[in-house]
């Protein structure tokens, strides 16, 4: 088997440039410049609340928020056949993304 058919799919899945802590417009427009766009399922995603759609206004790749608790909200991003998640607290910071099956950030166990 060629050695690219097997590496391919890590050069490919790389982990964006994000940091923990980042505020999550910030992240946003990073994201846009590096060739990420809203995922369709953000993109037709309706807010439920007024707070949402405040969110929504300044980052359209917003997804949903929790209602309780620590008020977290989750965006979506697409590039090349690639999903993004991201999680934020509530408007403001990054606290952990998703790319493919895997997850980076604040909470997660390291492997």
């Given amino acids: 088997m060629d050695l690219l058919v097997l590496v391919a799919p890590l050069l490919m899945a790389q982990a964006p440039d994000l940091q923990v802590g980042r505020p999550v ?3 946003h427009q990073a994201l846009v410049e590096q060739g ?4 369709d399922e953000a993109r ?5 609340s007024a707070r949402q759609q405040a969110i929504k206004a300044q980052v359209p790749s917003l997804l ?3 209602g ?3 008020g977290l909200c989750a965006y979506g ?3 090349k056949g690639e999903s993004l998640r991201l999680v934020s607290q509530g408007e403001g910071e990054l606290v952990r993304w998703q790319l493919g099956d895997d997850w980076y950030g604040a909470g997660v166990a390291r492997r």
Avoid: A, L, M
Avoid at 36 to 39: A, F, G, K, L, R
Avoid at 44 to 48: D, K, L, M, V
């Fill in 36 to 39: 990420w766009q809203v995922s």
């Fill in 25 to 27: 417009e910030t992240v």
């Fill in 64 to 66: 949903t928020c929790s």
């Fill in 77 to 79: 991003y697409s590039r």
């Fill in 68 to 70: 309780t608790g620590k």
């Fill in 44 to 48: 037709t995603s309706e807010p439920i």
